[in-house]
């Protein structure tokens, strides 16, 4: 991996450029909450001064960019007797600035399964390979156990990715892509006090999170499959599928088929949907696997930490915690690992 080091107003010019021939996504606050704490969102911006690159997090995940809510996959006319179908995909360049490592790290593991060899996604794959991601180093973030999964810390995934080393960026290149737009300002190579304040901010980030053990989480979450756990937080459970919205590797969806009245016009709708609804499971027959919260929330976890873990050697979650945030039953995932923990220690 190559590094440069980008001076403030460089990287200014630096996203102006970008600004005049690319589509900007970056997080832009969009009002505070009942306490005052800024709130943020990706969302398209005009002007450098939209950006607000010291958030904390955001409601929603880039996700959003890459698997939308709600999509066409396919539009079909019949007119004439002539039968006519439609696929697009997304072509026109994109950039998002400010991604935070767990949410780079929340794409990786949303291509082993949208870009990978067994069921890659052509809608998800063009949406990819036409976004430049720019990410940043943060402090952890209220709740936020990403260090524990392993997603505080992010090696690839990205184009460009910056350190904030207060009146400079230390930046690094993980991409010829990242290469050629960076040389369109002016940049430096690093000097030994370059790299050392680097590694003394990665020494600051990482002594700020709070310790959470979840490395054989996948053995004991087998070990406690019929623990009380699961039913205590299921009974508290909305079944309103808040935390599967804002999760930013949460990818279950379904597919509807809308024909118009007279036939002359169809249209294959995906749309994002959350393994916590009732209907989730349910098939043909009106037979329902999962027809209670318990089932349903244990599933979920198990999809996160044991499953995913089994297939890609890597848990699915990426402790960014929104699901806690957003849930309103206060339902989250540190709580619920920590229950079955101690419930395995007595």
């Known amino acids: 991996m190559l590094f440069k080091v980008l001076g403030k107003k460089e990287f200014t010019t630096f996203i102006e450029l970008l600004l005049n021939d690319t589509e900007v996504i970056a997080p832009k606050q969009?009002?505070?909450?009942?306490?005052?704490?800024?709130?943020?969102?990706?969302?398209?911006?005009?002007?450098?001064?939209?950006?607000?690159?010291?958030?904390?997090?955001?409601?929603?995940s880039a996700k959003t960019y890459f698997l939308p809510f709600r999509e066409n996959l396919s539009t079909c006319s019949f007119l004439d007797m002539v039968w006519d179908r439609q696929i697009k995909y997304r072509v026109q360049p994109r950039a998002i600035i400010g991604l935070h490592a767990c949410d780079i790290n929340a794409l990786l593991k949303l291509d082993k399964v949208l870009a990978g060899d067994r069921f890659p996604s052509p809608y998800y794959i063009s949406r990819r390979k036409n976004t430049f991601i720019v990410g940043i180093d943060h402090d952890p973030c209220e709740g936020g156990f990403c260090q524990a999964v392993g997603a505080d810390v992010v090696t690839h995934g990205f184009d460009l990715y910056l350190t904030d080393l207060e009146d400079r960026y230390f930046v690094a290149i993980n991409s010829e892509r990242g290469f050629n737009v960076l040389q369109r300002v002016k940049t430096r190579e690093p000097t030994a006090r370059d790299n050392n304040d680097y590694l003394d901010v990665r020494?600051?980030?990482?002594?700020?999170?709070?310790?959470?053990?979840?490395?054989?989480?996948?053995?004991?979450?087998?070990?406690?499959?019929?623990?009380?756990?699961?039913?205590?937080?299921?009974?508290?459970?909305?079944?309103?599928?808040?935390?599967?919205?804002?999760?930013?590797?949460?990818?279950?969806?379904?597919?509807?088929?809308?024909?118009?009245?007279?036939?002359?016009?169809?249209?294959?709708?995906?749309?994002?949907?959350?393994?916590?609804?009732?209907?989730?499971?349910?098939?043909?027959?009106?037979?329902?696997?999962?027809?209670?919260?318990e089932t349903r929330l244990k599933y979920r976890y198990y999809h996160q930490h044991r499953g995913f873990v089994e297939a890609y050697e890597e848990p699915l979650c990426v402790g960014c915690y929104r699901c806690g945030r957003v849930c309103l039953a206060g339902i989250n995932p540190t709580d619920i690992i920590g229950d079955l923990q101690t419930e395995y220690q007595e």
């Open 30 to 60: 969009v009002g505070v909450d009942t306490s005052g704490k800024p709130l943020h969102q990706y969302l398209p911006v005009q002007a450098f001064t939209e950006i607000d690159l010291s958030y904390e997090t955001t409601e929603y």
């Open 203 to 293: 020494r600051r980030i990482a002594g700020q999170f709070k310790p959470l053990e979840v490395h054989n989480l996948p053995n004991l979450m087998d070990i406690e499959f019929e623990s009380k756990v699961w039913k205590k937080w299921a009974d508290k459970c909305l079944s309103c599928g808040s935390c599967a919205m804002v999760c930013p590797t949460c990818y279950c969806y379904g597919i509807e088929e809308r024909v118009s009245m007279d036939n002359a016009e169809s249209a294959k709708v995906k749309q994002l949907y959350s393994c916590q609804f009732l209907d989730f499971a349910m098939v043909a027959g009106g037979h329902n696997f999962r027809p209670d919260r």
